[in-house]
């Protein structure tokens, strides 16, 4: 499925900046026969910017920008065109019991394992210690490990509500735990939180979702803005995205920005400012479908 993404962001100050410094992350992930990025573009309301691309620790592409000229209003438009695919039939109950998975990447001996075992910890948005009680409930022994990820999946979709205006993105975990109350960065959190005390590798994805369709499929939660979700690492079966607010395996439905520990990682604009006094921010995000010929 071929889709067009428009992201747009707008800052307004209530006093002239005078520099600023911005670091996007908005451009599309290339994955191996899943993700393709077919275009990607840029634009900047104030000219004379500076804008340089990177690869950060995770192989997200990251521009880094650079604004001289003083403004008040900053609007940030990013345009994107992929091809995504639809994810193999996956047969869960194959995969190896969780606690083999624990074992495996506690002592890991394989390039692949010492890259899925930096996953395991703590990290500034995930309180690992605040979900290991529900961990322990949840964990039965001699689960398949994706069984275990679909089951944790429809728990946090059956058992708390998705609500906006609750929560913002310094809400922790625990907090979360208790309201019962978030969106899907707070319930990917959650989830995240739940592997890692297992002693389970778990990392946060960041993209979209459909928010236009031409065809018959149902709106998903969490379109218009970027989505959020978990990933579970699998041996043998690798990378494996569960979507705990539409409670599904993710296929040719969800776009990939990037990933990382957690939001912190992969937030779609982080910046500094010099002046401004008070700012707002909007964002819009539209996908939709391309026509296929």
């Not at 990447?105 to 995930?126: C, M």
């Not at 409930?137 to 979709?157: D, E, K």
């Not at 906006?164 to 019962?180: F, Y």
Request: with cysteine; glycine share 6%; aromatic share 10%.
């Amino acid at each position: 499925m071929k889709y067009h993404v428009l992201h747009n962001t707008q800052y307004h100050y209530t006093l002239p900046v005078i520099s600023s410094q911005q670091l996007l992350r908005l451009k599309p992930r290339n994955l191996p026969s899943r993700q393709k990025l077919l275009s990607h573009q840029i634009e900047l309301s104030i000219s004379g910017t500076e804008l340089h691309e990177q690869l950060d620790f995770f192989g997200n592409c990251v521009h880094e920008v650079r604004l001289h000229a003083r403004h008040s209003t900053l609007t940030i438009n990013a345009s994107s065109e992929i091809d995504v695919s639809p994810r193999d039939e996956l047969l869960i109950d194959l995969s190896p019991p969780w606690e083999n998975v624990q074992q495996a990447l506690s002592f890991p001996k394989t390039p692949e394992h010492y890259s899925a075992a930096q996953f395991r910890f703590p990290s500034p948005h995930v309180d690992v210690a605040a979900a290991v009680s529900l961990a322990r409930q949840l964990a039965t022994p001699g689960l398949p490990l994706l069984r275990m990820a679909y089951l944790v999946n429809t728990y946090i979709y059956e058992q708390f509500s998705y609500q906006g205006g609750v929560t913002n993105v310094h809400t922790e975990v625990a907090d979360v735990l208790h309201q019962r109350v978030g969106v899907c960065q707070d319930f990917a959190h959650v989830a995240i939180a739940i592997f890692r005390a297992l002693g389970l590798a778990a990392r946060y994805v960041s993209g979209y979702i459909l928010s236009q369709s031409a065809s018959s499929r149902p709106q998903l939660v969490g379109a218009e803005a970027t989505h959020a979700w978990m990933s579970i690492y699998c041996p043998e079966f690798g990378w494996i995205d569960f979507d705990p607010t539409n409670n599904l395996i993710t296929s040719d439905q969800h776009i990939t920005l990037g990933w990382g520990r957690d939001y912190a990682d992969v937030a779609p604009t982080r910046g500094y400012i010099l002046g401004g006094g008070h700012q707002s921010l909007s964002v819009d995000v539209r996908v939709r479908e391309q026509e296929t010929s």
